[in-house]
């Protein structure tokens, strides 16, 4: 059973001056919100006083930590300071590295805006630091008044999608709709441009470039015909969700175009095999299940590891996924128009709802006036409060997501925050990898290093650019999609036989990063008689796929690496690796 972790000593009155150090932390941390994959975000403010002396942030998975990159800013000022951090502090690096930077820092005091809400890592920090003579004060345990509910709400909203995964097992959904004075999304003969102003489709573009996808309907489709881009260089690009039962679909329909950003069509199992076979070929995702509901979409989004799902669907849809308790927050905008017509589309369906005692309710809303129009927004479900269910430090390690069967143990890593993160080729762990000319290159991560190698040797100028680009790209996310975005649009750059050699690539770089940091290596090692699969559900080729489907070559590479390792070690591999072979 989980316990509630409250601490015994007393509570401490947060002034104004630590509330604001707070609202400033939470402002930082929502900077990189849009440039990089959704993920935990995090802030830091190192003040003496009043006085702030140091900020960081983390602008996306596989970069440098928040608290590192503010101890460095302060030098000597760190020592006896005050940190304020909006996020328990919780990496991938496998060293406790944000730690141990605010320890040897010699930071006297640290303000908690939030528990990480991540089981691995939560109260993980907060202990460490308080072993080390550190005092810590959390918002909302330690420091209790008045003065922190702004500053605590802060922390809340700007990591509302970490929360809300963890604690409903779905992404953060957001249902976006555009609609008239008489709440008309489109005239009676479905047209719909343009319903809001310029102003508030500049919004949009916002909402869709903080998002990890954006859903809509089939109708939507045929209706529309929508791009669903951000309209801006650079920044994440969300990946597109086309839900449709039948798959009849245009022939023709831009979010074919896969140039522009990755296509995932959802549908039923065994619907139009021949459409499937030609979206395959034009590189858009298909992906069927036994159902196609809302609440089955969105767990396997989960799964893929999505944090802030967009939707940007009609009424049709819109109204099963509101019934299944997928859709946590509404934005609308209200523009000053009205179009009339009794068969005029409204943004939501049939619910079922009779009387108007059962009409749903928004909390936290907000107003605020968009150009000419009005954007109203608020939340169907209330942000989940993780306070009260902490679990005790021994029932959140790692160890717990082995396999409790009979079989072989499966340790599962994917995303570079899970417990295993540090396994990910978009860990933050720069490698040396020698180049042609003999010299050593420092490359930021192994996907760094893997998406170059995909153009080394091509005499183009687009190529060796792209590499450039690749190589000062700031997160691992970024590199990968300036790489498959090139390998995408002009195939012929890429170099002869690099599906041959890519298996290679990826073995030297892995090699390099677990010989580089004996951190890694001895995690590698302690693994000894699991098995090790990539939990991409995507990936058929580095991963192990949604149902167990896929190569798993990253997972094999890995414990290949975990056997030299051993052999070093002991003179003999002692890891029977053909256990994996046999159950692929």
Avoid at 141 to 157: K, S, V
């Amino acid at each position: 059973m989980a316990l509630c972790i409250k601490n015994l000593m007393p509570l401490v009155t947060c002034s104004s001056v630590d509330s604001d150090h707070m609202l400033r932390a939470a402002e930082l941390a929502d900077k990189s919100a849009g440039y990089t994959a959704p993920h935990p975000n995090a802030g830091c403010v190192i003040a003496r006083g009043s006085k702030v002396v140091a900020e960081g942030f983390l602008y996306g998975q596989g970069t440098r930590a928040a608290e590192i990159k503010a101890v460095e800013q302060a030098k000597e000022l760190a020592k006896g300071s005050t940190a304020y951090v909006n996020l328990e502090p919780g990496d991938c690096h496998g060293d406790d590295s944000s730690v141990n930077a605010l320890i040897q820092a010699g930071v006297s005091k640290v303000v908690v805006g939030l528990r990480h809400p991540l089981k691995h890592f939560r109260g993980k920090a907060i202990k460490a630091l308080r072993d080390a003579r550190i005092e810590v004060n959390v918002l909302g345990e330690d420091l209790q008044n008045r003065n922190i509910q702004e500053a605590l709400r802060a922390c809340q909203l700007v990591n509302a999608p970490l929360l809300y995964r963890e604690a409903c097992r779905i992404p953060f959904s957001v249902l976006k709709y555009a609609m008239t004075l008489d709440g008309k999304i489109a005239a009676s003969t479905g047209h719909a441009a343009w319903v809001s102003s310029k102003t508030s489709r500049k919004r949009v573009f916002e909402a869709r470039s903080r998002s990890d996808a954006i859903v809509v309907g089939g109708n939507t489709v045929r209706r529309d015909n929508p791009r669903l881009t951000t309209r801006q260089e650079g920044g994440h690009i969300p990946a597109r969700i086309v839900m449709s039962r039948s798959l009849k679909l245009p022939e023709d329909a831009n979010l074919w175009d896969v140039s522009a950003g990755h296509t995932i069509v959802v549908t039923q199992h065994g619907a139009n095999r021949t459409f499937q076979q030609r979206l395959a070929r034009k590189g858009v995702e298909v992906v069927e299940f036994d159902m196609l509901t809302p609440k089955a979409v969105m767990e396997y989004c989960y799964d893929r590891g999505f944090l802030y799902v967009l939707w940007e669907c009609g009424g049709s849809l819109s109204a099963p996924a509101i019934e299944s308790s997928v859709i946590h927050k509404v934005i609308a905008f209200i523009a000053p128009k009205i179009i009339g017509g009794v068969t005029a589309p409204g943004p939501v369906g049939e619910l079922g709802m009779v009387e108007m005692t059962q009409a749903l309710n928004l909390s936290d809303v907000s107003f605020e006036q968009i150009g000419p129009d009005m954007l109203i927004s608020g939340y169907l479900h209330p942000i989940p409060d993780l306070m009260p269910i902490i679990p005790a430090m021994e029932a959140s390690s790692p160890e717990l997501m082995l396999s409790a069967s009979d079989g072989p143990n499966i340790i599962s890593f994917y995303k570079a925050w899970n417990a295993y993160g540090a396994f990910s080729n978009f860990s933050p762990h720069p490698i040396k990898m020698i180049s042609k000319c003999g010299d050593y290159v420092t490359w930021k991560s192994v996907e760094h290093y893997y998406q170059a190698q995909k153009f080394e040797g091509v005499q183009d100028f687009l190529a060796q650019e792209c590499i450039e680009r690749i190589k000062s790209a700031e997160s691992p996310e970024e590199a990968a999609r300036i790489g498959r975005t090139l390998e995408r649009q002009r195939p012929e750059l890429v170099r002869d036989k690099w599906e041959s050699v890519k298996i290679d690539v990826m073995y030297r770089a892995l090699k390099c990063k677990f010989s580089m940091y004996p951190h890694l290596s001895s995690l590698l090692v302690s693994t000894a008689g699991s098995i090790l699969v990539e939990a991409s559900p995507h990936d058929l080729f580095w991963g192990g796929g949604q149902e167990g489907e896929g190569l798993n070559h990253l997972g094999r590479l890995l414990m290949r690496i975990r056997a030299e390792l051993l052999e070093d070690d002991s003179g003999s591999s002692r890891i029977n690796l053909s256990t994996w072979s046999s159950i692929v």
